[in-house]
Each structure stands twice: as structure tokens, then as C-alpha cells.
């Protein structure tokens, strides 16, 4: 019988930070499966590296373990650091911790614990049961931040949602005209297309459609993927006004754009059942208000430019509050500088 420790080493924290950094090699490409990175060490050696990278394909414990055979190398007796706890069930590949409990080894790091009910503390209490010494929270933020979407949908019922938006320094999105190409600078626009690779779908809303006409995939060159075999999230158009005829809109010609006309806490249901677990808003003041204002937004990404546009403008969120007790708080977790323009990562309070 095996043991789940508690403490942990500066040793632990490094391998971890290793491990993560091998999950975020499929950042892109796993959906709607976690990103999920490994590392196996051995007499404070680096003998098998691994991760998942996509749906279908083996877990990053198997590459990991594949990568020290290739090598030449024995596992008996190894340290396996992995950042979300291996999986206990049979899926579209078998159990991970079979495979590790299988391979000899004698201790598993784990980062994150799986809020997946078919996993969740069941991968560990198998690597225990056969005799595997088991550590479980080192660099626990970092791991967790990589699949915040996949372990908030297991947790909520509801996708993690995004809400991007790009305005002035006076909040403001848009001229009076609907004019709004482009308040931000090339570095936001490229900022933005790693937000929508990281999505399963982008929600916008029909007002953004008839007047801007915007493709919302990914194209970006430089995220270092194979943009014909890539797949695009899925776009979702709210249109509650009945404003979308038959016009010759980008997002139109795609078979899998999902009109929606329907209450937007059923929308998030139905992208959960879908398994989009990462949801990406771009759409104007009055349905990110109407989000913001339903207490539907987890994040906030903000991309704001140097400039001015003044009051006869589109203001950024378009809702209805009445008292300064209504104030809808959000935490600042993050900002950087992208060109001329600063992005704010805001989280809710």
C-alpha cells in the first residue's frame, strides 16, 4: 500500500514546472479533452517527456513512458510528475494509471486533481492501492489555470466564459456609424486569435454580424499550427430580435454556425453538452451587458487603445444598473503591454 504525501521540495516544484510547460504544447489541439503534460525523473535525471496532444490520441503518461523506452531507459522505481491526476476509466484510450502502476514506478507528482467525476480522486486511490507513493498540489495554480475551462465545466454544468473586448480609453467600442476597424493595434488582433484557438466556440450576436461581417476563426500563422486540418470553434449567433435574414455573412457559410433565439443560461447548457468547455464572447455593448449583467461572465479580457472617441459612441457594456450596489466587481489577475495597447485580464469577484 502506497501513500499520499503531503510535503513537497524545491526538487518537485521544478520537474512540476517541466511538466506544465510540455502540457501547454497542446494548448491548442486538445479540446474538448484538458491539456495535460509529464515528466519522468530518475536518480534527478529527466528520462521520458510527454504530452496530450489531442483528442483520441494516448495521454501524456503513455508518451512520457514511451519516451524513457525509446530511450533506452527503465522506469522501476521513477518519479512521475504529472499536471491533472491520471486517469482511472476507460474512454477512448485506456487508464493511465494502469499503465504507470504497470510500469514500476514508484512515486506520481500530481498538480491538479480531475473534476471529472469519473476520475476525481479515483486515479489516485488506484496508484495507493498498488503500492505507489503519491504527492498531490505542487504548482496546483498554474496547472489548474491551463484547464480552468475543462475543470469548470466537470465542476459547474456551464463553460468557462470569456468575454474580449477591445476600447478606448474612455470604454468605448465603436463610432456612431458602427465604425470600429480597428481602435487596437496589430499585437491586440494577433492576442486574440490565441483566445479563439483556445475556445470551442466564439458567441457574437447578430447586430456584430450585420455590421462588421467578421470571419471569427482562427487564422494567425504564427500559434504554429496546420490551420487545414485545425478545428475552428464552433459560432454561435445570438439573434433574439429575429435581425438575420439570408445576407451573405462570412459566419453564415459555415454548416455549423448555431443561430440562437433562446435564454442565454440554456445556451451555456447546451455548449456544455456539446463539450465546449471554453467559450469565447466577441460581440458588442448590449449582449456583453447582457452576460455581464446575468452573472454569466467568469472572465474579462480587456484590449484597451491610447485614444479617446468621446460620447457619441457605442459604449463597451450596454446595461441597465440603477444603484451603485449593483456594480457588477471583477479582479484584475493580469496586465501587459501589446504594442501601443494594454490588456487587462480580469476575473469575477
Known amino acids: 500500500m502506497g501513500s499520499i504525501i503531503n510535503h513537497h521540495t524545491s526538487a518537485d516544484v521544478y520537474y512540476m514546472s517541466l511538466a506544465i510547460s510540455e502540457a501547454k504544447k497542446g494548448c491548442f489541439t486538445t479540446r474538448p479533452n484538458p491539456n495535460v503534460g509529464c515528466v519522468i525523473v530518475k536518480n534527478n535525471l529527466i528520462i521520458g517527456r510527454g504530452f496530450h496532444p489531442k483528442a483520441g490520441l494516448p495521454h501524456a503518461e503513455v508518451y512520457a513512458l514511451k519516451d524513457a523506452q525509446d530511450q533506452g531507459h527503465d522506469v522501476t522505481g521513477a518519479t512521475v510528475y504529472v499536471t491533472l491526476e491520471p486517469c482511472s476509466h476507460v474512454g477512448r484510450t485506456p487508464p493511465c494509471a494502469d499503465a504507470l502502476i504497470k510500469s514500476g514506478i514508484a512515486r506520481v507528482v500530481i498538480a491538479c486533481m480531475d473534476a471529472n467525476l469519473l476520475v476525481c480522486g479515483n486515479g489516485v486511490k488506484k496508484l495507493v492501492d498498488a503500492g505507489i507513493d503519491v504527492s498531490v498540489g505542487v504548482c496546483q495554480e498554474e496547472a489548474y489555470a491551463l484547464n ?3 475543470l469548470t465545466a466537470m465542476k459547474r454544468g456551464r463553460p468557462y466564459v470569456r468575454l474580449k473586448m477591445a476600447m478606448s480609453l474612455d470604454g468605448r467600442i465603436a463610432m ?6 480597428w481602435i487596437t493595434g496589430d499585437d491586440a488582433r494577433e492576442d486574440v ?14 447586430g456584430t454580424v450585420i455590421a462588421d461581417n467578421p470571419s471569427l476563426n482562427v487564422r494567425s500563422a504564427t500559434l504554429g499550427l496546420d490551420l487545414s486540418s485545425f478545428s475552428q470553434p464552433r459560432i454561435v449567433i445570438v439573434d433574439r430580435r429575429n435581425r438575420l ?3 451573405d455573412y462570412k459566419v453564415l457559410q459555415r454548416e455549423d454556425t448555431l443561430i440562437w433565439r433562446k435564454d442565454l443560461h440554456e445556451l451555456l447548457r447546451w455548449l456544455h453538452h456539446d463539450q465546449c468547455y471554453d467559450v469565447l464572447i ?5 449582449l456583453a451587458g ?5 452573472d ?6 480587456i484590449y484597451q487603445a491610447p485614444c479617446v472617441l468621446g460620447v457619441k459612441t457605442h459604449a463597451a457594456f450596454e446595461m441597465c444598473l ?3 450596489s449593483e456594480q457588477k466587481r471583477f479582479r484584475l489577475v493580469s496586465h501587459e503591454r501589446l504594442g501601443m495597447d494594454l490588456k487587462l485580464v480580469l476575473v469575477r469577484s
Open 148 to 150: 480552468v475551462g475543462f
Open 176 to 181: 456612431q456609424g458602427g465604425e470600429s476597424q
Open 193 to 206: 486569435q490565441r483566445l479563439r484557438a483556445r475556445s470551442g466556440a466564439i458567441i457574437t450576436g447578430s
Open 245 to 247: 435574414g439570408r445576407g
Open 282 to 286: 466577441e460581440a458588442g455593448g448590449r
Open 290 to 294: 447582457a452576460f455581464i449583467e446575468e
Open 296 to 301: 454569466l461572465v467568469d472572465e474579462l479580457v
Open 322 to 324: 440603477t444603484q451603485l
